[in-house]
C-alpha cells in the first residue's frame, strides 16, 4: 500500500482509495451504488471534507472533563455543502437532491426499517438516514468517483477486501496502540470495528 492507496496487483486498477485522500473540496463528485453501478448522487460539490472525531469521542471527552459532557446533547450534522467522513461512514446532507435513494418515511417510533437507505436499481441498502435530511453511507456499499472519471464496476469481494484492507491500514497508522475485532453483520452488509 504505497502512499495510503490500495493496488491490486492481479488488476492493473486502484481498487480503493482513501475517502480522506481523494474527496476534495470544490471538486464534483458521482455517487455510485457499488452493487449495481445505478448513480445515487450526481455532480456534487463539497465546500468542506472534514473527518469525523471517533465512534468513541464522548466517552473520552467525559474522561478529560471534570463536569459534565458539554457535548452530550449536541450532535453533527453536515450542511447541503459538507462531507463528513467517518471510519466506515460518510454523512451527506441529501437537501434536495433529485437521485437521492428511496428511504421509506419515517414515523414516530423510527424503526430500523424506516431508516435505511435503499438503491432504488438493485434495493441494496446503501446506508440509513440519520436524522431529516442527514444520511449515513456506508463506505462497503457506495463508490465515489470524481465526475469527469468513467464507472467501471469492481467485482464485490475484491471490493470489500480492498476497502476492509483499506480501513484496517488507516486506523493502524491513527492509532499508537490497537487491537481489532471486525464484525460483518451479513443481513444489512454492515462493517465495524
Not at 29 to 55: A, H, M, N, T
Request: glycine share 4%.
Amino acid at each position: 500500500a504505497a502512499s495510503g492507496r490500495l493496488i491490486c496487483p492481479f488488476l492493473s486498477i486502484d481498487l480503493v482509495y482513501t475517502l480522506r485522500e481523494s474527496l476534495k473540496p470544490q471538486k464534483s463528485y458521482i455517487f455510485y451504488c457499488q452493487s449495481c453501478g445505478d448513480i445515487i448522487v450526481k455532480d456534487r460539490k463539497f465546500l468542506r471534507v472534514l473527518p469525523l472525531p471517533s465512534e468513541n469521542w464522548s466517552a473520552l471527552v467525559e474522561e478529560w472533563c471534570c463536569h459534565p459532557n458539554p457535548f452530550a446533547r449536541s450532535t453533527l450534522h453536515p450542511q447541503h455543502d459538507d462531507c463528513f467522513l467517518g471510519d466506515t461512514f460518510f454523512l451527506l446532507n441529501s437537501g434536495n437532491e433529485s437521485h437521492v435513494p428511496e428511504s421509506p418515511t419515517c414515523c414516530s417510533e423510527k424503526s430500523k426499517e424506516n431508516t435505511r437507505v435503499i438503491c432504488k436499481r438493485c434495493k441494496t441498502m446503501l446506508g440509513e438516514t440519520v436524522s431529516a435530511g442527514i444520511i449515513k453511507y456506508y463506505v462497503t456499499e457506495v463508490i465515489i468517483r470524481p465526475s469527469e472519471e468513467s464507472f467501471s464496476p469492481t467485482p464485490r469481494s475484491q471490493f470489500l477486501q480492498s476497502v476492509v484492507a483499506q480501513c484496517l491500514v488507516e486506523l493502524s497508522s491513527a492509532k499508537s496502540t490497537f487491537r481489532f475485532t471486525c464484525f460483518v453483520f451479513r443481513k444489512y452488509g454492515k462493517l465495524r470495528f
